[in-house]
């Protein structure tokens, strides 16, 4: 009973998608015979054909097994591909081009072998006596041959191509295998080229929607320099993505008090970029209707806890400059200290932390906010943490001492501008850098009260 059971293999071993080695496989289909080679060239044209042809991942499939059915001159073809976990089978038709139930019964040692070995197999039963002895579901179907062989593409192996019948017609020979071989490496080329497709189509509409993200985004922070009576604020945001989590704000609350701005929410890319834009409409509807700050800090908390995911949180700066008055009122939600630079005494001061970083804790109230007795011609700048952690290439951080010493030396010059200020800090701060691209966010924003 043995004796009946017959398999045929051809010897071949993993091949890279168009390596020379994959040339070669599919020049062994060329056979001497006239007849025969013209219709092998015939079948890997309409295998080609739908490489370039069809997008659709469930159709293009359908088509490769009704192409290799046609071609072998059997009864079922049997498309198995790795789905992550394991082979299963996608798609499943017969000789009439009509799917067949993923449940089948099929030989499933063959597709295993073909899998671990990588090579292609011819199975014959000799008789009506001796069915292929593989699984009892096999059995029953009374099957009479069996071909098999990898789909592979750039080196790896996707999946397998299975065809059987159960008539017991010319026997398959090593030509059929082959080019049933060959047939599967284009096969495997076709899928391939239909996953890199539609992987390139997604990054493209992704890359699409963040690029308008961030012109959304930029189109939120002050374009230009503005000038409050004597006063001239300036800013600069660059994301380290296409989009981030920094923002930064000024704008006259009233006739008499400037609001300045600056927050970093935690993460990078389009949660964060979401977030910061709901923290910006809050901020602006909260400054414009009230006279003080107090209360702010717990309104934007509860509003941020409820809203974020774990582990997320926003720190936040923001500022009235009270210009009769000569104050300055803050508020510090766990945001990188910003500088009051005085060029007059050249004494630097910088206002801490008065609260958690947003987001973090529920029921929390910041109490009072502080104030600062300060004086015309003084200076505010305020920057992200994107600034002082920037490395160099020795792996040394930017640094606080950095940022004092570009402020005096734009300060002391000729006529110094926020937007001189906030310009030569983010370049000196690109230069400390060595030419590595950001790992965070760099907001800078420049007040000359």
């Known amino acids: 009973m ?4 017959q398999v045929m293999t051809l010897d071949t071993s993993p091949m890279p998608w168009l390596s020379q080695e994959e040339v070669d496989r599919f020049s062994e289909c060329v056979t001497g015979d006239a007849k025969r080679d013209q219709a092998s060239f015939r079948a ?21 097994v009704d192409l290799t059915i046609q071609t072998t001159g059997t009864e079922r073809g049997i498309l198995m ?19 067949l139930d993923p449940d089948l019964p099929m030989s499933r040692s063959i597709p295993r072998s073909v899998i671990e070995k990588n090579k292609p197999v011819i199975a014959r039963v000799s008789s009506d006596g001796e069915v292929l002895d593989l699984t009892r579901s096999v059995a029953s179907m009374r099957l009479r041959q069996v071909m098999c062989a990898p789909v592979r593409a750039r080196g790896k192996t996707l999946g397998v191509i299975y065809v059987d019948s159960t008539l017991a017609g010319s026997p398959f020979t090593a030509a059929d295998l082959m080019l049933f071989h060959a047939q599967a490496g284009l096969m495997g080329m076709a899928i391939e080229n239909n996953r890199l497709f539609h992987e390139t189509l997604e990054s493209r509409t992704m890359s699409q929607q963040l690029g308008v993200a961030r012109v959304i985004q930029q189109r939120l922070l002050p374009k230009e320099a503005v000038k409050f009576g004597r006063s001239l604020l300036a800013g600069v945001s660059d994301a380290a993505h296409t989009v981030g989590g920094d923002y930064f704000d000024y704008f006259a609350i009233d006739p008499g008090r400037i609001g300045l701005v600056i927050g970093d929410v935690s993460g990078h890319g389009i949660g964060p970029a979401l977030i910061m834009s709901n923290v910006r409409a809050h901020l602006r509807s909260l400054l414009q209707t009230r006279r003080s700050l107090a209360g702010l800090y717990g309104l934007l908390n509860r509003a941020l806890c409820a809203d974020l995911t774990q582990g997320m949180f926003v720190s936040l700066f923001v500022c009235a400059y009270d210009r009769k008055r000569g104050v300055l009122e803050y508020q510090n ?22 609260a958690p970083a947003l ?22 700048v305020c920057y992200t943490d994107g600034v002082t952690e920037r490395h160099s290439r020795a792996g040394e951080l930017f640094g606080e001492q950095r940022v004092f010493d570009a402020i005096r030396e734009v300060v002391k010059e000729d006529d110094p501008t926020p937007t001189k200020l906030v310009t030569r800090l983010k370049a000196v701060c690109e230069s400390h850098a060595e030419g590595l691209p950001p790992r965070d966010d760099v907001t800078i924003v420049a007040a000359r009260l």
Request: charge should be negative; include cysteine; glycine fraction near 8%.
């Open 44 to 64: 890997l044209l309409a295998t080609v054909s739908e490489l370039l042809g069809e997008t659709n991942l469930d159709r293009l499939l359908r088509k490769l």
């Open 359 to 380: 987001g973090i804790i529920d029921e929390i109230s910041a109490g009072p906010c502080p104030t600062i007795a300060v004086r015309e011609g003084e200076w505010v």
């Open 2 to 5: 043995a004796d009946n059971l």
């Open 333 to 354: 939600a766990g945001h990188t200290p910003p500088i009051l630079y005085d060029p007059e005494t050249d004494t630097v001061r910088t206002i801490p932390a008065t």
């Open 81 to 99: 591909l790795h789905d992550g976990q394991d082979f299963e089978i996608q798609c499943a038709r017969n000789k009439d081009g009509r799917n």
